[in-house]
């Protein structure tokens, strides 16, 4: 049986931030990349808008004053066109340009660099009629139906806050008339622009805070999901636990046909040991053939005891060789000496074990 949303208690594991945002899943408000631009635009247009019209006003009575020259020289006005061009790009691409540019952060900001089809993919759930409803009658829909009038309603009294003040300037421009009418206009036009814009990047923000915490709550799992992902990521604990029986069982075999090869055991005392053998006539340097710490070290001294093979504590030596030297390699050089007079004591000791041996033998 499938989990309520009540269950969902967990936070979100990477893995399924990651599978989300593969999805387009993400938290994003477009009402804030539209409030950025907006407000971009309204901004470098107020510092740039006087620049703008003065070149543009200054191209057209140049143009105006030149139309019979230019008439003359160019019949078809593709000089004068290119030039218009040119005059009208230069002047408003920076404009254009403080648009672009503030869509692209306020996008980035938001989501980062995401690219994405599976939004594009066609799903027959969504043709569902009853599922339709569903969604349109769902608590998620009327809620935003709500944020929507009331962004619509705070905008609109913005506009009219704006425009109350001004409206005593409007009033004066049916009396001014010409280009004073124009650029009285202009401004008043502007200045409601803009306070809508600020009106609409404080609500934007709100409205991107509202989506981080429903994608949030929405990628939130059941403690049996992150289980089950924890299962995928690093593999079931069961399989996990007999891989780890079955390779204990094969070093212990290792260490039940090699040890016995050994002629010594050097031992940290208990934490490390390392089985080291060395036949003169076929081995040009001591060999270490089985080495381990913890419960390994512990069997492989007890192997050692039950084949009779001397036990020597070197502390140094025993840290030295477990990490420099890998089971089947040759001990390096810089060992020989400390190893050679563990093996010299180890031949007088079997020596001495022998002669004690032989009066009772007799």
């Known amino acids: 049986m499938a989990e309520g949303s009540d269950n969902r208690t967990e936070a979100a594991t990477p893995r399924r931030r990651e599978e989300a ?28 808008g ?24 160019d019949l078809d006005g593709r000089t004068t066109a290119a ?43 969504k043709l569902s009629p009853v599922k ?23 905008i609109v009294a913005v506009a009219w806050l704006v425009l109350r003040r001004r409206v005593g ?26 306070w809508i814009a600020l009106a609409m990047f404080v609500l934007a923000i709100l409205d991107y805070v509202w989506q981080r915490y429903r994608l949030e709550r929405d990628l939130r799992m059941t403690k049996e999901e992150v289980k089950e992902e924890m299962r995928r990521m690093e593999g079931d604990p069961i399989v996990r636990q007999r891989r780890r029986q079955l390779q204990l069982r094969l070093v212990l075999q290792r260490l039940r046909r090699d040890v016995p090869k050994a002629q010594v055991v050097v031992t940290n005392p208990t934490e490390l040991a390392i089985a080291i053998q060395y036949e003169r006539d076929k081995m040009a340097a001591p060999r270490v053939v089985a080495k381990g710490q913890g419960y390994v070290a512990q069997r492989i001294r007890e192997i050692a005891v039950e084949h009779g093979i001397p036990i020597v504590e070197r502390k ?42 032989r009066p009772s033998a007799a």
């Not at 230069?90 to 660099?113: K, R």
């Open 50 to 73: 006087p620049s703008i019209v003065t070149t543009l006003l200054s191209f057209l009575r140049d143009q105006l004053n030149d139309m019979p020259l230019a008439g003359a020289i």
């Open 169 to 194: 300037s409007l009033a004066m421009t049916i009396e001014l008339g010409g280009w004073q009418q124009l650029a009285i206009s202009a401004r008043v036009t502007w200045e409601l622009g803009l």
């Open 83 to 125: 030039v218009m061009v040119r005059t009208v790009a230069l002047a408003t691409g920076p404009l254009l340009a403080a648009v672009a540019i503030a869509s692209l952060v306020a996008n980035l900001t938001q989501v980062g660099f995401l690219w994405t089809t599976h939004p594009l993919t066609p799903a027959l759930s």
């Open 316 to 357: 140094p030596l025993a840290r030295a060789l477990f990490k420099a030297v890998e089971v089947g390699q040759e001990i390096p050089e810089t060992y020989y000496q400390a190893v050679a007079e563990i093996l010299a004591y180890v031949y007088r000791l079997a020596q001495t074990r022998r002669r004690a041996a």
């Open 21 to 48: 945002r593969e999805r387009g899943q993400v938290a994003r408000s477009v009402d804030l990349s539209a409030a950025v631009v907006l407000l971009t635009g309204l901004t470098a247009l107020g510092i740039a």
């Open 132 to 154: 339709g409803v569903g969604r349109l009658l769902s608590v998620r829909s009327l809620f935003q139906l709500f944020m929507n009038l009331f962004k619509l309603a705070v």
